[in-house]
């Protein structure tokens, strides 16, 4: 069985947005890991544009499955998650202006930084995963790193596969395939995620080397149109219930 991450990051964006309290994004996690989820993701970004530092803290507090946490590489995260000690840190590159993340993080360009905050976080007792671009000289660096997992970034088979560009979705499904296959024969394990969603995702669960797949936009997505008929009862008994 293939085990899905869900990045739960979105439930706070929707919050945020009208500076509130709810939705809560503890909530969510408990509804995903019922679910099915054998993880929640979340990305305590720079900019707090989203995930709050209270989130995590209140996430490890209560969650029965393992919080991944995503985050760039700064003096700032890296002494945040090894004060928390999430279970699992997935290193990513990160820019203030991007809307999400745009590629891979560059552990061949820049092995040695990348190497001590993998150390550190080890020290730490945290599993350090990298999120890499499906590229072989990416996947060799991550190795040199003594990581035990890469997560492969999927972002431009889906984008190929959501524009309908047939040989360019195939193209970078090779390109994810082979990485997942080198991933593993050096040891390590491999997830996977960005972009998938409903429509493109089978074809990327399908490669038995990826043993996760980290989704987050798509779920919260299809989760407010699925989600709503309960919502809007809920808020119909409520109203009911107070003219009696």
Request: hydrophobic share 45%.
């Amino acid at each position: 069985m293939i085990k899905l991450g869900v990045n739960i990051d979105h439930v706070a964006t929707l919050r945020q947005a009208r500076g509130t309290n709810y939705p809560d994004p503890v909530e969510a996690a408990f509804a995903a890991q019922r679910g099915g989820a054998s993880s929640i993701t979340v990305h305590l970004r720079e900019d707090r544009r989203h995930i709050q530092d209270h989130d995590v803290i209140n996430l490890l507090k209560v969650l029965k499955v393992p919080l991944n946490l995503e985050m760039a590489i700064t003096d700032e995260m890296l002494t945040i998650a090894c004060d928390l000690k999430p279970a699992y840190v997935c290193l990513v590159p990160e820019k203030r202006q991007e809307l999400t993340t745009e590629g891979g993080l560059d552990v061949a360009g820049q092995l040695e930084r990348v190497d001590a905050a993998c150390q550190k976080l080890r020290q730490a007792g945290i599993r350090v995963s990298l999120f890499i671009d499906p590229d072989s000289d990416q996947v060799s660096a991550a190795a040199a790193c003594k990581v035990p997992m890469v997560e492969i970034h999927t972002g431009l088979y889906a984008n190929a596969a959501d524009t309908g560009n047939s040989k360019s979705m195939q193209d970078e499904f090779s390109r994810v395939k082979q990485a997942a296959v080198s991933a593993a024969e050096l040891d390590l394990q491999v997830n996977a995620g960005h972009g998938l969603n409903y429509n493109n995702v089978q074809k990327i669960a399908a490669i038995e080397q990826i043993e996760e797949l980290n989704i987050g936009h798509s779920i919260i997505a299809k989760s407010v149109i699925i989600g709503l008929e309960a919502a809007v009862h809920e808020m119909q008994l409520l109203m009911n219930n107070a003219r009696q």
